[in-house]
């Protein structure tokens, strides 16, 4: 007996998008599949939390911490 794959039969979540601005038009349309909206979704969260991270070193202050304030300018 043969068995249908799941992700076969499953069709894509499709969106359009149109917009007229004057004397532009833009028309898109896209087409993604449930297994590709998990990839989209994990690198969107992978590149919001590494530029959270990023935002976090470089903008504090050094802290109190046994090894960030070894890192310090000494006096």
Do not use: C, Q, Y
């Not at 532009?24 to 909206?37: F, I, K, S």
């Not at 998990?38 to 050094?62: D, F, M, N, R, Y």
């Amino acid at each position: 007996m043969k068995t249908k794959d799941a992700s076969a039969s499953a069709a894509p979540n499709t969106a359009e998008f149109h917009l007229k601005a004057g004397p532009v038009r833009l028309r898109a349309r896209v087409a993604v599949t449930a297994e590709g909206l998990i990839a989209v979704g994990g690198l969107v969260s992978g590149v919001l939390l590494s530029t959270a991270a990023l935002v976090w070193v470089s903008t504090a202050p050094v802290r109190r911490h046994p090894v960030s304030t070894r890192l310090g300018p000494r006096r």
